[in-house]
């Protein structure tokens, strides 16, 4: 099936920090959406974008849609301890398989006090 | 609204054992889909709905069958448990399934088999 390459994997960083995350893709996608995930609950919609080019903001949170349509980036300004979680991409295919989502493999976010 | 609830929370089989995950959503979606997480892998469809009365099969769906029986409840049933199904399930919900773009998701079922 289609891979998403989600980085980093990992990242501690400190209270206060930004922070940066990517997802890249050999597809082209027309939907991408970032979700977060605390320990032990479902995934939970942060950001939804639609176009290429577009840039779009939820609070501290701001992703892009990336204009070759490959590829995504969520920023979290001045992190906070309840940043804390998983955060994955997830893409969704023009037609023909416009029925699925598919996801990275997470990045996983520390945020030390 | 409750959402998308899921039960059981945590459920442990023997391998061979029979059993069914449930799901309910209360936003009158039309589409309904079933997850499999495993670390470092992200979410894998296993089986969605586009809408009550039909199903078809997702990245992973071997050895899982499934019910849409209404347009609330979506369920994930193991015929035969195997020690590699043993994963966290979720299942997810959606407004149109042709912009499957927003999906909702429950709390998710830990499974272990052993």
């Known amino acids: 099936g289609q891979q998403l390459n989600q980085s980093p994997q990992s990242m501690f960083i400190q209270e206060g920090e930004d922070v940066s995350m990517n997802c890249t893709s050999s597809s082209i996608f027309n939907t991408w959406l970032w979700y977060k995930q605390d320990p032990g609950e479902g995934p939970v919609l942060l950001i939804a974008?639609?176009?290429?080019?577009e840039l779009t903001s939820n609070g501290r949170l701001t992703a892009q849609f990336g204009i070759t349509r490959k590829d995504s980036f969520l920023n979290i300004s001045a992190s906070i301890p309840s940043d804390v979680g998983i955060y994955f991409c997830a893409g969704q295919l023009g037609s023909g398989s416009a029925r699925q989502l598919t996801f990275g493999s997470g990045t996983q976010l520390t945020v030390l006090p | 609204n409750a959402g998308v609830t899921q039960t059981p929370k945590f459920q442990v089989l023997k391998t061979g054992q029979s059993m069914t995950l449930q799901c309910a959503q209360d936003m009158n979606h039309n589409s309904m889909y079933w997850y499999r997480q495993d670390p470092g892998m992200g979410l894998r469809l296993i089986y969605y709905?586009?809408?009550?009365?039909?199903?078809d099969k997702g990245e992973v769906p071997n050895g899982y069958n499934v019910s849409r029986l209404n347009k609330r409840e979506f369920s994930l049933r193991l015929e035969s448990a195997a020690p590699s199904q043993t994963s966290v399930y979720f299942c997810?919900?959606?407004?149109?399934?042709?912009?499957?773009?927003?999906?909702?998701f429950g709390p998710g079922t830990r499974l272990t088999v052993l």
């Open positions: 997810a919900s959606s407004e149109a399934h042709r912009r499957v773009r927003e999906q909702f």
């Open positions: 974008l639609y176009k290429a080019g």
């Open positions: 709905s586009a809408s009550e009365g039909t199903t």
